[in-house]
């Protein structure tokens, strides 16, 4: 995960200007169950990156705390007027008790040990009956990729029943 979080690091701005802002819409209806399901609660995203799906969450009527591992992100979100924390979802201690923990391509960059750790994690740091909700790329095997950034990025592909098992 480090090579990946350097590449963030280095392409915070690259990222925003090459990712559609109005990407976010593509979510909806996943954020509109994940919304009905922590009802107005506090939750923890991991990996914000510019803090879209946060300000998302936010107007739903969520309490959210951003986080992201590259400083950078935390940087932007901050001249943006938010707050946010550093945090290396593999390393550091997420806290809690969070209503829900949300985490929007974040833990496709994470390998088969380090994803169950972090599930592992994420199920400590919510209260009884907590949501979690994460998205994966759908496939098989895993890959470093320059795409989007020019810089590597690497990525772990699922299919459900490896999820549901190691979940």
Do not use: C
């Amino acid at each position: 995960m480090n090579r990946t979080l350097t590449s963030y690091e280095s392409a915070a701005d690259l990222y925003v200007q090459r990712t559609r802002r109005d990407s976010t819409r593509a979510w909806q209806p996943f954020i509109d169950e994940f919304v009905a399901q922590v009802d107005e609660g506090l939750v923890l995203e991991l990996g914000s990156g510019p803090g879209w799906h946060a300000a998302e969450l936010e107007r739903s009527g969520l309490r959210v705390e951003r986080s992201d591992g590259a400083a950078a992100f935390v940087d932007m979100m901050e001249r943006d007027g938010y707050s946010a924390r550093k945090l290396d979802i593999v390393t550091d201690v997420f806290g809690g008790m969070y209503d829900g923990i949300f985490a929007n391509a974040v833990l496709l960059h994470l390998n088969s040990l380090q994803f169950d750790a972090v599930i592992a994690k994420a199920a400590a740091a919510l209260r009884p009956g907590g949501m979690l909700a994460f998205t994966l790329k759908e496939g098989d095997g895993e890959e470093w990729s320059n795409e989007k950034l020019d810089l590597p990025r690497y990525f772990k592909y699922w299919r459900e029943p490896e999820v549901r098992a190691s979940t």
